[in-house]
């Protein structure tokens, strides 16, 4: 669906280069059909030295041109931009808008540009670099099965992509948006108790990272619950449990469940307030 489709990336800052990025590896995207905003000329050269694909600071001119418009700022900065292409007439020409701002809410968008407006939420995350990405969308008042179909052809490519209401996005973003950051800290945390226990810190982390990458693809994989193939690993009287109740005694379950209903309330507060930064 994606094919002979132009898309303008409005905000091409960490995520908004990394689903051009992810599009381009995948091959669903050429870099003429792809074009990029930013705030200041002087970013723009900037990002244009790191990007291969044309970047300039005309949001409306970009809109124009393109049929997916992808509004990448920060929250603060949604409903402004929104405004600025509908006066503008910048969205006369029905383009698909999606967002993946934190806490935005759809009706937000949408009031803001003034005129009817296609409009599909998502919620990526940054692994959409390497095709690794969740990606989660919900559609707008004036989208339908067409409107959440070309999203899908934008970033199937990019990961796992499903379709959940509207009311969900605050816990995903909270889960998955965030939550590479969470697994990062883990494997960082993990390599340090290798390295702790006599191993080089490049193998630490290396034996860290593909732990965590084995054990999410069993999960996805087999379809186990989590719990059941814990059990597998916890040899009785050994060294994984006796291992497992100290990380108990640190509350490490409740520390991270409870970190991710703090970013889902937190993303809750994003939208509509010009004094809030972003996730
Ligand atoms: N980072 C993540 O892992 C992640 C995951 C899921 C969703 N998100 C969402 O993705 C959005 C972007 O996050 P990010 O981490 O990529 O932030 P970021 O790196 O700060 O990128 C935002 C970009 O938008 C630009 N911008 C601001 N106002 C603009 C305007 N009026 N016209 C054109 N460009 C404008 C910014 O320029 P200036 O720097 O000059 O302001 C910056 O280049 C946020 O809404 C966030 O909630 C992020």
Known sequence: MLENKKVAILGTGTMGRAIAQGMLNAGVMDTDRLLGTVRTEREARDVAEQVPFPISTDNAAAARG??????????KHVAPLMRELGEAGALDHDPLVICI????RIAEIEAAAGVAV???RA????????????IVLSPGSHSGEAELDLAVSVFQPLGRVLRLDEEHMDAVTGLSGSGPAFVYVIIEALAEGGVM????RRVATELAAQTVKGAARMVLETGRHPA???DDVTTPAGCTVSA?????DGR??????RGVQEAARSAAGLGGAPDRDQQ
């Open 101 to 104: 701002a934190a806490g935005v």
């Open 228 to 230: 059941a193939l814990k």
């Open 66 to 75: 393109a049929d997916v418009l992808l509004l990448c700022t920060k929250p």
């Open 252 to 257: 490490l379950r409740s520390v991270l469940a």
């Open 244 to 248: 497992l109740l100290m990380m108990e």
């Open 197 to 200: 226990a006599g191993l080089p």
């Open 123 to 134: 919620m990526p995350n940054t692994p959409c670099l390497i095709g690794e990405g969740m």
């Open 118 to 120: 296609r409009v599909v």
